[in-house]
């Protein structure tokens, strides 16, 4: 069964300091996709980037980077020179594309605050 | 602005009773998913809808029910509603039937008392 564990359930940290969220995901597929998304305070869900299981290149968008890394099964977001109006929940999803095909796992989600 | 619309923004209403919330895609998707997200329970898929089939299912309780029309819009139906019924209700939206990035509509707050 595919599962996605995000263990840090809140972090805290000061304006422009660096912050990374974990994410781990488990799945039996060998294609699959993992997914970003940013739910902020007025609620809506952002994305944020998607990743296929074959692509492991990191990327780097801004000041938001994603470690992609299939031998610990770890798609890790970090922001760099955090700001304020990056307080949100970060949730880490996964897609199976043939077992679950269709349904997506999310973790219960990394409460982000950005203090000024 | 995600291009997903969905209707209505906050639904109140008693236990015992059945409620339709209303999901319009993108323009283009086919796709088109229902999602619940409750304090105590995260974000949970419930079911998938790709050009009117039904496609994939997660923890959908039997009084709840969806469809997908010619239009591609969708309906949430929830009926016999229960108090841990209440929480906020996501359509998304993809263009293909699996992998492809969805897209979240603003959401149906929905409080049963």
């Known amino acids: 069964a595919q599962k996605v564990t995000q263990a840090q359930t809140e972090i805290s940290v000061v304006e422009k300091e660096d912050v990374t969220l974990d994410c781990v995901y488990e799945?039996?597929?060998?294609?699959?996709?993992l997914f970003w998304y940013k739910q902020p305070p007025s609620g809506e869900l952002v994305f944020l980037i998607r990743r296929n299981s074959f692509d492991e290149q990191n990327e780097i968008s801004g000041r938001y980077s994603w470690n992609f890394q299939k031998s610990t099964s770890s798609f890790n977001f970090t922001i760099t020179a955090s700001q304020v109006v990056d307080s949100a929940v970060y949730f880490c999803?996964?897609?199976?594309?043939?077992?679950?095909?269709?349904?997506?796992?999310f973790g219960d989600g990394t409460t982000l605050t950005v203090k000024p | 602005d995600s291009g997903v619309t969905q209707t209505p923004k906050h639904l109140i209403t008693a236990t015992g009773q059945r409620v339709t919330l209303r999901c319009s895609p993108r323009?283009?998707?086919?796709?088109v998913y229902w999602y619940q997200q409750s304090l105590d329970q995260g974000l949970q898929f419930l079911i998938q809808y790709y050009n009117g089939e039904e496609r994939a299912k997660g923890n959908i309780l039997e009084r709840f029910s969806a469809q997908q029309f010619p239009d591609l819009h969708s309906e949430l139906n929830l009926s016999s509603l229960e108090l841990g019924d209440s929480a906020l209700y996501f359509c998304?939206?993809?263009?293909?039937?699996?992998?492809?990035?969805?897209?979240f509509g603003p959401g149906t707050r929905l409080t049963v008392l």
């Open positions: 999803a996964l897609s199976e594309a043939d077992t679950n095909a269709g349904k997506s796992t």
């Open positions: 323009s283009g998707d086919l796709s």
């Open positions: 998304a939206s993809s263009q293909g039937a699996r992998g492809d990035t969805q897209y």
């Open positions: 799945t039996r597929d060998t294609t699959y996709y």
